[in-house]
């Protein structure tokens, strides 16, 4: 199955980051910044499967030396939170 079979996108795919940055700050995505959550990856827990990038609409997550980093780019949409399967990813 593939990473995303049966979950609906928080942002269109195929839209670049500028655009869904900015959907974001509009309130498209869906969720209010006041509402949004501080994404932290325990490097304890993160076993490098890339659930989170695969997720991630904004280019936010990397694997770097097998555990997930997540960059200025992340907008604390939380979806990589509800989608780590190690609970690695918290608020």
Known sequence: MPPMAGLTP???PGR???ARRADFS???SGLKKEEAMAAKVNKEKC???GECVDICG???IKIVD???EI???CVECGACVFRCPNKAITV
């Open 10 to 12: 928080l942002i269109p």
């Open 16 to 18: 670049d980051v500028a």
């Open 26 to 28: 509009k309130g498209k």
């Open 47 to 49: 076993n490098g499967c």
């Open 58 to 60: 904004f280019d936010a």
């Open 66 to 68: 097998g555990k997930a």
């Open 71 to 73: 960059n200025d780019d």
